[in-house]
């Protein structure tokens, strides 16, 4: 286990050999005499947190939309979400058409289609009308079909936008997302960079109380009847200087990641 590399391509020979501001230097020794398997759970642990914090993947995932409900196997799929209930001022203004997804960066959208009653499924299965901002998971629907699809779907517009509810206001997207072990080393090394601090805090605890043995000193009075121990300076011993750097530097590179995700706006071209 210790030697096959994590969801991102990490594997634990090279967590230990890269030096990330003299933390992993500092640790290195220690991090080395670990048990393998130990530290590709917290490469995993973190990759995990990573995924969850950002939205996206290490690797690319399949993503449907209620499938039990449309009768195929949930099993088929990576990760199963509900369908979109869009909200009602979608359909105006610079909103028109426009969605953004859950996971980033999208590579496709397989399926797209509105949950109408009756056969409108096949008019509107339209995954051609679809237009992705792949890196920011914006989608706008634009649609292109002939003039009798859009005659149709321009008249429920009107109607929805006239108040009517009887309708279900649901979309059903299936897309596929997530960062591929080449994308994120060619295109998001800082994402690798705050995968290895993190890895590398999540161990401070661990590595400071073999240190110490959970202690930083101990004293015995001579007469046997009373001693006093004291534990580990700072929180994790002689690894808390290098631990608040690294969560210095993981917070920058988060907050700028994070807010490279707010992309651009939508354009509707009318």
């Known amino acids: 286990m210790g030697d096959r590399p994590g969801k991102s391509g990490l594997t634990v020979e090279e967590f230990i050999a890269n030096d ?22 917290q490469i995993r642990a973190s990759e995990d947190w990573l995924e969850h914090r950002l939205g996206t993947f290490f690797g690319i995932q399949r993503v449907a939309s ?15 979400i509900p369908a979109l209930n869009y909200p009602a001022d979608m359909w105006t203004d610079e909103r028109w058409g426009y969605i953004k997804t859950d996971y980033v ?10 949950a109408f009653p009756g056969n409108f499924r096949e008019i509107y299965n ?11 998971g914006h989608i706008n629907i634009v649609p292109t079909d002939g ?7 321009n008249a429920w517009v009107m109607s929805v936008l006239a108040g009517g ?18 994308t994120l080393r060619s295109q998001h090394a800082d994402l690798l960079e705050v995968l290895k601090l993190h890895t590398f805090m999540g161990m401070c605890g661990t590595l400071a109380t073999i240190r110490a043995n959970g202690v930083g000193s101990c004293s015995v009075s001579l007469d046997g009847l009373s ?44």
């Open 227 to 270: 001693q006093s121990e004291s534990f580990v300076q700072g929180q994790y011993g002689p690894y808390s200087a290098a631990y608040t750097i690294a969560k210095e530097r993981e917070k920058e590179l988060l907050d700028t990641w994070r807010g490279t995700q707010l992309g651009v706006g939508p354009l509707v071209v009318c």
């Open 105 to 114: 960066p999208v590579w496709d959208v397989t399926q797209f289609f509105f």
């Open 147 to 153: 003039a009798a699809v859009l005659a149709t779907f």
């Open 20 to 41: 990330l501001y003299g933390v992993s230097l500092q640790a290195k020794n220690a991090i080395a005499a670990l048990p393998p398997e130990y530290v590709a759970g």
């Open 126 to 136: 339209a995954a051609k009308w679809i237009q992705i901002d792949h890196k920011f």
């Open 165 to 182: 509810r009887s309708l279900p206001r649901s979309l059903f997207i299936d897309y596929t997302a997530g960062l591929d072990p080449t």
């Open 66 to 80: 209620a499938p039990a409900e449309r009768k195929l196997d949930p099993s088929t799929y990576d990760v199963v």
